[in-house]
């Protein structure tokens, strides 16, 4: 049964040298599968292929770009394929690829193989995407000293693949859950009564845990320092005020991102005015898919 088996060794060993967790590779491998079937089978593949036929077949980008997802990729081929083919990875994630370069080699029934390909396929090229965005952003404020961050605009149940994503373009994780550390932006101020008031609230309640502080103005920034928060994030802020948010904020030993309304094309720009992170939703929200496709050719 297709999706049925049970994830081969090397395709774990894969998965855990990538410092992915295995068991949360193979659910979204196996829901994809799952997805795909609906509980019945492949009705082309079952009509054209037949069940003893088997093939080789290569992952090649048709554009260049920087690959990530290569194990979980793997991992939609191995649930598919189980003890009666192989994959094998030709290039490791965060690598620099380019048209026709074979990014993974699967061997095995070409039925397995066709049912599994774009599943593997879609899960390989928007992670890749997500790469190789992220490459660009990090290409763009290189030498600045700024650091390329996500945010938590992820897709369910895709947000630890879609930050492995980023790890592989250069890109810095920010927080993976909402209770790895406190981020009080505008509506918080607004519930709390102020950021002074929102700071002390999550000093009281959590007073181990980092907290961040949105900042819309200048007058917000150094409100949020003289509160004591740890990171201010400046949103939408013009250049001139980002420089003197950053003054303010850099006097007393606080680190600053900027956020909102980032465009690659201006990102140089904003990282010159001193900021120590920029934080860019489109990093996971918007990324095009690296284009890849499946050469198969006979066993």
Not at 60 to 79: F, I, K
Not at 144 to 167: H, Q
Not at 197 to 225: G, H, N, S, W
Request: charged content about 20%.
């Amino acid at each position: 049964m297709i999706g049925g088996h049970p994830l081969p060794a090397s395709t774990t060993a894969a998965i855990e040298g990538a410092g992915l967790d295995v068991a949360d590779v193979e659910r979204v491998a196996r829901l994809a599968l799952t997805e795909d079937l609906a509980g019945g089978v492949d009705v082309t593949t079952e009509a054209t292929i037949s069940p003893e036929q088997v093939s080789i077949g290569d992952f090649v980008p048709r554009r260049s770009g920087v690959v990530a997802g290569v194990p979980v990729a793997m991992a939609v081929l191995g649930l598919a394929l189980g003890e009666s083919g192989s994959t094998e990875s030709r290039v490791d994630d965060g690598a620099a690829v380019v048209p026709g370069e074979v990014l993974l080699s699967v061997s095995g029934p070409t039925r397995n193989i066709l049912t599994a390909e774009r599943n593997a396929l879609n899960l390989l090229g928007h992670l890749s995407g997500i790469a190789t965005l992220t490459r660009q952003w990090v290409d763009a404020v290189a030498g600045t000293g700024a650091i390329i961050r996500d945010t938590r605009k992820t897709t369910p149940g895709l947000r630890a693949l879609e930050k492995y994503a980023v790890r592989c373009g250069g890109g810095r994780n920010h927080r993976l859950a909402l209770s790895d550390q406190a981020l009080i932006k505008d509506n918080h101020v607004l519930a709390a009564g102020g950021v002074s008031e929102a700071l002390a609230a999550v000093r009281a309640r959590y007073p181990d845990i980092a907290c961040e502080v949105e900042c819309d103005t200048v007058a917000q920034v150094a409100e949020a320092v003289a509160a004591g928060a740890q990171l201010v994030l400046l949103d939408n802020m013009s250049l001139a005020d980002t420089a003197e948010s950053v003054r303010i904020a850099r006097a007393a030993g606080v680190k600053t991102e900027a956020s909102g309304g980032l465009r690659l094309e201006s990102a140089r720009s904003v990282a010159e005015q001193g900021v120590d992170f920029l934080a860019v939703g489109a990093l996971t929200h918007s990324a095009p898919v690296l284009d890849i496709g499946l050469d198969l050719r006979a066993g």
